[in-house]
């Protein structure tokens, strides 16, 4: 497991941290959590992600938001993804950027989707599309990440 939390700085640990903060203001947050892409991984990815955006100061509904998307993000992962997933959190003053990427090793995947009604498959990422600001999809030979952006209020950071 890979963690880090830095406010005012930026530490490029892949594409991924080089991308999403290479100018952040003094102000700015970011940390990530790589861990297997494993469903354990996803409620420890959705409370690494409340407790830290608390400890930043988001708003409670915001932080719920945030928890939502990255819990869909991850669940996605799990079920599509490589063997490893990065979670990068980036907070520029009223900007939250949630990255998620999939990346290691190919893994096979038995998609367990036809015990699921027609409504249910697939909409998660309609729920992430309408709680966010914008969104970015982009695959390359290493995996997939996705970009997910939304407006968030701070008060006092802890």
Same mark, same amino acid.
């Given at each position: 497991?890979?963690?880090?939390?830095?406010?005012?700085?930026?530490?490029?640990?892949?594409?991924?941290?080089?991308?999403?903060?290479?100018?952040?203001?003094?102000?700015?947050?970011?940390?990530?959590?790589?861990?297997?892409?494993?469903?354990?991984?996803?409620?420890?990815?959705?409370?690494?992600?409340?407790?830290?955006?608390?400890?930043?100061?988001?708003?409670? !509904? #915001?932080?719920?938001?945030?928890?939502? $998307? %990255?819990?869909? @993000? =991850?669940?996605?992962?799990?079920? *599509?993804?490589?063997?490893?997933?990065?979670?990068?959190?980036?907070?520029?003053?009223?900007?939250?950027?949630?990255?998620?990427?999939?990346?290691?090793?190919?893994?096979?995947?038995?998609?367990?989707?036809?015990?699921?009604?027609? !409504? #249910?498959?697939?909409?998660?990422?309609? $729920? %992430?599309?309408? @709680? =966010?600001?914008?969104?970015?999809? *982009?695959?390359?030979?290493?995996?997939?990440?996705?970009?997910?952006?939304?407006?968030?209020?701070?008060?006092?950071?802890?």
């Amino acid at each position: 497991m890979l963690l880090f939390d830095h406010p005012d700085e930026t530490r490029n640990t892949s594409a991924l941290a080089s991308t999403s903060a290479a100018h952040a203001p003094h102000d700015a947050h970011q940390a990530a959590l790589t861990l297997p892409s494993q469903e354990a991984s996803v409620p420890a990815s959705r409370h690494f992600a409340e407790d830290l955006l608390s400890r930043w100061g988001v708003g409670e !509904d #915001e932080c719920d938001s945030a928890a939502l $998307i %990255v819990d869909e @993000l =991850a669940s996605n992962a799990v079920q *599509h993804g490589h063997a490893l997933m990065t979670l990068l959190l980036a907070l520029d003053a009223d900007e939250l950027l949630i990255t998620l990427a999939d990346s290691g090793a190919v893994v096979r995947h038995e998609h367990g989707h036809a015990d699921l009604a027609a !409504d #249910e498959h697939g909409r998660g990422t309609g $729920i %992430v599309e309408f @709680l =966010a600001l914008w969104t970015e999809v *982009h695959d390359n030979d290493d995996g997939r990440e996705v970009r997910v952006a939304m407006r968030v209020t701070c008060g006092a950071l802890h």
